[in-house]
C-alpha cells in the first residue's frame, strides 16, 4: 500500500528556514513523480514544486523560485523541500504527493502539478511563518 508521510513542519520566524521530508512507502520511488503542495487559509490548493521521477528535472512556482529546494534521496525513500527566507505568505500545510512516472508531470519548462494532477497524497505537515 502506497503511503506519503510528511514531516518537519512548525513555527519559525519571517526569513528563517525549514525542512520538510516526505517518507514513502509502498512503492518505487523511482518510478513516481513526486511533489509539494501547500494550502494555506482561505485559498486554494497551490503546487509549488515538483521532481521527476529520476530526479533530473525540478520545477518551482513562482512564488517559491529561488528560496525553496526539492530533492530526494531513493535509496532512503525520502523527499525533501528545503525552504529558506520564509515569509508570512508561506503560511500553509504542506502536503507530498506522488504519480506514477508515465504521465510526465513534471517535465522540463512546465509548472508544478496541482492537486487533481496526482494521484496519491500525504495527510500533510503545518508551517506557520510569523512576521
Known amino acids: 500500500q502506497l503511503r506519503l508521510v510528511e514531516s518537519g513542519g512548525g513555527s519559525v520566524q519571517s526569513g528563517g528556514s525549514l525542512r520538510l521530508s516526505c517518507e514513502a512507502s509502498g512503492f518505487v520511488l523511482d518510478y513516481y513523480t513526486m511533489g509539494w503542495i501547500r494550502q494555506a487559509p482561505g485559498k486554494e490548493r497551490e503546487g509549488i514544486s515538483c521532481?521527476?521521477?529520476?530526479?533530473?528535472?525540478?520545477n518551482y512556482a513562482d512564488s517559491v523560485k529561488g528560496r525553496f529546494t526539492v530533492s530526494k534521496d531513493s535509496a532512503k525513500k525520502m523527499v525533501y523541500l528545503e525552504m529558506n527566507n520564509l515569509k508570512p505568505e508561506d503560511t500553509a500545510v504542506y502536503y507530498c504527493a506522488a504519480d506514477f512516472k508515465s504521465r510526465g508531470l513534471c517535465e522540463p519548462g512546465l509548472r508544478p502539478p496541482g492537486w487533481d494532477l496526482y494521484d496519491h497524497w500525504g495527510r500533510g505537515t503545518q508551517v506557520t511563518v510569523s512576521s
Open positions: 521532481i521527476s521521477h529520476i530526479g533530473s528535472t525540478t
